[in-house]
């Protein structure tokens, strides 16, 4: 058994059918517990200990991929101790952290917490995978270029992860909401895939064949009728189905390298069903990939 790898994290509760063994997992959960941009309704900073305890709430077995966690080998770090509302010191605890799975040759599986901390978890992939290309699932562009004068919001956070790797690299699907200048600027820049999600993955599967791939999925790309539990809820998004049937497709017909999942708000669902949906995606992915 080894010892815990990111001294900086607090291991108090680990995901459903999760090893003890870090040297022999595959890939790596880690959370990352903040919200400090949140810019409607914060509380996403316990996502990731939610979507952990709802893990307990469905089965180890996977009656589409015929498999069991049990069956492959995936460690929990637990959650990164962060300094609250310190935005620049927050990214960095993020980053040095996935920096450290990556240098190990593991596959970061990063939980929100808000969509911001997705660019400190992308930032060591890239460097480790410069060909890297970034799916985007998310009711929001998330593309402004500042949020009322801060470059570092979660509203502009794939403005950043662009600027990072070039917006050629970013695929996008699920989106309908933003601002004009966003709506421009994916229209010119980025792969904005205007179609219905699972289209849009079988759509990447052609084009994204061979390349290393990173997920980030924030939960509000799913209509809030079946995933209210969010910092900002977007009608008219795609069903829970749809969007396991879309991990699944990805993480067996693709080289993902690196995944998070954000923006799940346990106070705004008191049926819990955002937090048990977000917990069966992992399940899937880590499936079809492991």
Known sequence: MSQQPLENSRRTQIFMGATDDFGAARAVIYGAPMDWTASYRPGSR???????????????????????LFEVSFYDAGDLDLPFGNVQSSLETIRQAAGKLVAAGKIPIGLGGEHLVSLAMIEPVYRACPDLAVIHFDAHADLREDYYGEELSHATVMRRVASLLGPKNIFQAGIRSGTRQEYDYAVANTNLLRVPILEAVDRMLSLLA?????????????????????????????????????????????????????????????????????????????????
């Open 210 to 290: 061979g390349r290393p791939v990173y997920i980030t999925l924030d939960v509000d790309v799913v209509d809030p009728a079946y995933a209210p539990g969010t910092g900002t809820p977007e009608p008219g998004g795609c069903t829970s189905g749809e969007i396991l049937e879309a991990v699944r497709r990805l993480g067996s017909g693709l080289n993902l390298v690196g995944l998070d999942l954000v923006e799940v708000l346990p106070a705004h669902d008191l049926s819990e069903r955002t937090g048990i949906l977000a917990a069966k995606i992992l399940r899937e992915v880590i499936l079809s990939f492991a």
């Open 46 to 68: 316990l996502g990731p200990a939610r979507i952990r305890e709802a893990s307990y709430g469905i089965e180890t077995f996977s009656w589409n991929s015929g498999r069991e």
